[in-house]
């Protein structure tokens, strides 16, 4: 299978295209064939190397993707061949609040491969269902962004019922005729 890797460069040249073998799976995985990928800013940090992000030379980077299931281990009954997933940012936040051990092991991270690949193995429960109204490539976005949002609202916003929430876009710039000057 093919992987990108992070080279000693620490750019966003500094990706690596490798061929790696196809990882065997324990009974409770799964094996994923990636079909789409987004990139995050802190993806950025990661493979530019930038402080604390700094992974080692050979991570495969990358936090956000969607896959179909390809093999699962003989353990794994709550997932089926063909289902569509997407791997879990930080699959220790799985419900409570956010504390230091659940912060352990963010995917594509310092410590841990990424999406980057044709083919990825997730423990049964660090991967959960896509719907099927969401297009791959809009589902791979939304792991690490709604857990940023998840974090900023109710985390740290401490938001609550019957509260209103106004949220600045951070999207691009609509051309049209009567915009320019």
Known sequence: ?????????????????????????????????????????RDLLVIK????????????PISDGVGIVVEKGIA???????DRVAGLFLPNWLEGKLNPAKLVNPLGGRLYDGV?????VFDKSAVIKVPAFLS???AATL???????????MEK?????????????????????????
Not at 76 to 82: C, F, M, P, Q, T
């Open 136 to 138: 791959d490539a809009a």
């Open 76 to 82: 794994v009954n709550s997932l089926k061949i063909n």
């Open 157 to 181: 916003g401490k938001i609550g019922p019957g509260q209103t929430v106004l949220i600045q876009g951070t999207g691009g710039y609509l051309y049209s005729p009567r915009n320019s000057r």
């Open 116 to 120: 980057l690949q044709e083919y990825v």
């Open 1 to 41: 299978m093919k992987a990108y890797q992070v080279t000693e460069k620490y750019s966003i040249a500094g990706l690596a295209l490798v061929e790696k073998d196809i990882p065997k799976l324990l009974p409770h995985q799964v094996l994923v064939k990636i079909k789409a990928a987004s990139l995050n800013y």
């Open 49 to 60: 190397g930038i402080e604390s992000w700094k992974p080692p030379v050979g991570r495969i």
């Open 143 to 153: 792991p690490c962004a709604g857990l940023t949002a998840w974090n900023g609202m």
